[in-house]
């Protein structure tokens, strides 16, 4: 592409800093595990002071030529500091090219996102300088200020504050994965939802942490937020407002009913039970295991006050399905409250059991199954009422709406 080109896509944030990451618009999955149905992007910023030029977070290894040729497009020569706020690829493993490119450039990071550069092969020790919390560098007519901010979701996170232009820079923390070529949230209830989805993926397990940054970062004036994924924030209160909700206890008036079915005995019991809590006033989510978005899933559980586990049983157990969506919810460590499992059996096995003992990171309570033999009778359909009448119960009891 011609330089004319690229210099168009490059987008000023504030005098002298300047967006110059990469949009992946077409990939579609993340660490082998998390579906990206819109995309990503790597957000790199470039801030040239009056005596020391930074780079803040680098790009994955895939876009590299990206970013060097918005670098090349804009003239740089030199950079002194690339700031690594985290060591994980999609904002590190452009780091070798760079720093062939740029030689005299030092690698800025926390003492853990260093070692992983290392350990990753990345960088060597004669190019990294660890930064502290709350120490400050001069760029000449501006600086910088790291916070320390580890178990964003790695233990190696610091967020960068440019208190002259009163930008945050947070790399993952309120970030999305959403490709766009809006350089800001200017449709927040899209980027609502895709931030939503992104803080359950990858922070929800943290969640005492997040509170603790949201803490930290709340006395700082700020006029834009800027994350290493997605749009940036020219109304910080939207995000930080969104990640207060989210990582706060509260919890909303809502299951989410996860099931798989191979005979249709567990589907008609799934219907049956969501029908019984819409009409006692309760929100639910239902996902078909066999055709799903875990990234839904995840997104779902954020605030999801109740969890219903539906599966049949096979090979004497629970549907392999219904085990990874619990081992699933499991790892990502929703405030869900309350569980249950409804199913069926030809000739019994372990099903309820394998559930259960899958879930012990949540604290949850939970209400008696209904598990049909075969095909549900009427006294399973009764014991899915009594399921509903005390899932209304215990959300009305928690005042939530
Ligand atoms: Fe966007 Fe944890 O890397």
Known sequence: MDKDKIMALIR????????????????????????????????????????????????????VDVLQGNLLALGIKRIDYIIAQHAEQDHSGSLKRLLDLYPDAKVLG????????????????????????DEK?????????????????????????????????????????????????????VVYRAAKRYYAEIMMPFRQNINRHLARIADLPMDVIAPSHGPLYARPEF???????WASDRVKNQVVL??????????????????????????????????????????????????????????????????????????????????????????????LEQITVALPNLKLQFFDPVVAKGHPKEADFQGLDRLADEIAAKHRELKIA
């Not at 993340?30 to 002071?49: C, H, K, R």
């Not at 853990?112 to 919390?133: A, N, P, T, W």
């Open 258 to 351: 996860p099931y798989v079915s191979m005979h249709e005995s567990t589907r008609i019991m799934v219907g049956y039970l969501v029908d019984a809590l819409i009409s006692r006033g309760v929100g639910v989510r239902q996902f078909d295991l066999t055709n799903y978005d875990a990234g839904e899933l995840a997104e779902s559980l954020v605030d999801a006050a109740t969890v219903v586990i539906g599966t049949p049983t096979i090979l004497a157990g629970a549907h392999p399905l219904a085990l990874y969506a619990a081992i699933l919810a499991n790892a990502l460590r929703p405030k869900t409250r309350y569980a249950s499992i409804i199913g069926s059996f030809g000739w019994g096995g372990k099903m």
């Open 137 to 189: 560098i001069s760029l000449g007519d501006r600086s910088l200020q790291f916070i320390i901010a580890p178990w964003v979701h790695w233990p190696d996170t610091i967020f960068t504050y440019l208190a002259e232009e009163r930008i945050l820079f947070t790399c993952d923390f309120l970030g999305s994965h959403l490709a766009s070529s809006d350089l800001y949230a200017s449709d927040e209830a």
């Open 12 to 63: 000023e944030i504030k005098p002298g800093v300047k967006w110059v990451g990469a949009i992946d618009w077409d990939r579609r999955l993340f660490d082998a595990l998390i579906p990206l149905p819109e995309g990503t992007s790597y957000n790199s910023y470039l801030i040239q002071g009056s005596e020391k030029t930074v780079l803040i977070d680098a790009v994955d290894e895939s876009m």
């Open 239 to 245: 995000i930080l407002d969104a990640y207060r909700d």
């Open 110 to 133: 926390s003492a853990r996102c260093l070692d992983l550069l290392m350990l990753f092969g990345l960088v060597s020790q004669d190019r990294v300088k660890e930064v502290k919390d």
